[in-house]
T-cell receptor, first 109, second 116 residues
Framework: GQNIDQPTEMTATEGAIVQINCTYQ??????LFWYQQHAGEAPTFLSY????GLEEKGRFSSFLSRSKGYSYLLLKELQMKDSASYLC??????????FGKGTRLHILP | DTGVSQNPRHKITKRGQNVTFRCDPI?????LYWYRQTLGQGPEFLTY????????KSRLLSDRFSAERPKGSFSTLEIQRTEQGDSAMYLC??????????????FGNGTRLTVT
């Protein structure tokens, strides 16, 4: 089966760095996604990792370790607009995509 | 490309009534997914399609839920004999054939169902 775990909530300060962790179990690994979801809005795509290592995209980076079933999303130079839920999602070999419960990130001024 | 479109945006219904939601995916996308999301939770998988074929339906879903994608384009999700526990946001998403950096899920804005 599939299982995805991530922290429920995190708090960080504007301008700081925060790391949101995700552990997963899937039947047939087929990459790992991160999505951002602001309150009342649809999720939007942030990143996709299929190989081990760090993928950097501006202020956001995502890391994957397939052997450990572990990923993290790193947000740098936090801005107030980064206050949102961050969703970890993993497709299995049949592209059934399962989401974690999401991590609500609160940014303090 | 106008993105994924869902209708209606909001639906209020009385317990016991049937409701139907519609999703129009991005035109070139073969995969279509339905999720349900409640406050403070991540999207919960309901079902998905490859063209018109329904690939899997969540075991969490009762027989009151059914989804179709008759011509491999738009999809409908029907809930029969609604219950208060069905109140949630119903999200539709589409993608190309296989998951990749170039083919993430594109979500619609959802249909918010309230069962009174």
């Amino acid at each position: 089966g599939q299982n995805i775990d991530q922290p429920t909530e995190m708090t960080a300060t504007e301008g700081a760095i925060v790391q949101i962790n995700c552990t997963y179990q899937t039947s047939g690994f087929n990459g790992l996604f991160w999505y951002q979801q602001h309150a009342g809005e649809a999720p939007t795509f942030l990143s996709y990792n299929v190989l081990d290592g760090l993928e950097e995209k501006g202020r956001f980076s995502s890391f994957l370790s397939r052997s450990k079933g572990y990923s993290y999303l790193l947000l740098k130079e936090l801005q107030m607009k980064d206050s949102a839920s961050y969703l970890c999602a993993a497709p299995n070999r049949d592209d059934k995509i399962i989401f974690g419960k999401g991590t609500r990130l609160h940014i303090l001024p | 490309d106008t993105g994924v479109s869902q209708n209606p945006r909001h639906k209020i219904t009385k317990r016991g009534q049937n409701v139907t939601f519609r999703c129009d995916p991005i035109s070139e996308h073969n995969r279509l997914y339905w999720y349900r999301q409640t406050l403070g939770q991540g999207p919960e998988f309901l079902t998905y399609f490859q063209n018109e074929a329904q690939l899997e339906k969540s075991r969490l879903l009762s027989d009151r839920f059914s989804a179709e994608r008759p011509k491999g384009s738009f999809s409908t999700l029907e809930i029969q004999r609604t219950e208060q526990g069905d109140s949630a946001m119903y999200l539709c998403a589409s993608s190309s054939d296989s998951s990749s950096y170039n083919s993430p899920l594109h979500f619609g804005n959802g249909t918010r169902l309230t069962v009174t």
